[in-house]
């Protein structure tokens, strides 16, 4: 399986697929602008069709691009905890870039920490790391040692959690027992910016040290 990235706007979210050319299928997660075409171009030129989308979270510029995915008949996943972010995103205009069309985002199917989640025959197990977000979740590739944690932690950093929903010290209890918990050679593969391995993040970040 080949995961590939792309940072896209209107604040440099990433966008992730997981492509597995010879089943010819392929799994997006998080939804930025642009995301629609950019998933759809890749999954052409790999030989692939779209089987799913995974929604990290509700935060807008994750799920900006979800409502094109739907229209596609997409299926889409994404945790309880964020249904009205999903459902009414809207609510979220206060601290989105101003002038953006946000429409709503139906889920298919919703995730739950500690689920086992098998798409395109890949094993896929599913952790809650609420505290930036409620319904943030990280999703785990054991077979690649790969887990896209959406904002939970970055390279050097943590998620905010001074939007509505956060909280310091879920955060912190989230990415100790979900994030860190995983083997160190892991590579996590954030919402914004370059990847890190949890061996990295344990030794050296300033906000939560292993």
Not at 9 to 25: H, Q, S, V, Y
Request: glycine fraction near 10%; hydrophobic fraction near 40%.
């Amino acid at each position: 399986m080949q995961i590939e990235t792309q940072e896209l706007p209107p604040i440099g979210t990433n966008a992730i697929a997981l492509l597995d050319r010879e089943r010819g299928e392929c799994v997006i997660i998080d939804a930025p602008q642009q995301a629609f075409t950019w998933a759809s171009a890749l999954a052409e030129q790999h030989g692939c069709r779209i089987v799913a989308l995974i929604l990290t979270h509700g935060h807008w510029d994750h799920i900006l691009d979800g409502h094109q995915f739907a229209a596609a008949g997409i299926p889409i996943y994404a945790h309880r905890a964020d249904a009205l972010m999903f459902a009414d995103p809207a609510q979220m205009a206060s601290y989105a870039l101003p002038g953006l069309e946000l429409l709503p985002v139906p889920i298919d199917h919703w995730i739950e920490g500690g689920q086992g989640l098998q798409l395109m025959g890949v094993e896929m197990e599913i952790r809650h790391v609420p505290g930036h977000c409620p319904g943030n979740v990280l999703i785990y590739l054991p077979a690649q040692a790969a887990a896209i944690v959406g904002d939970a932690i970055f390279a050097g950093s943590v998620g905010r959690y001074d939007l509505p929903g956060g909280d310091p010290q879920v955060l912190q209890h989230s990415i100790r027992t979900q994030v860190y918990t995983l083997p160190d050679a892991t590579v996590l593969y954030p919402g914004h910016g370059g990847t890190t391995t949890v061996g990295q993040e344990k030794a050296s970040n300033p906000f939560v040290r292993g």
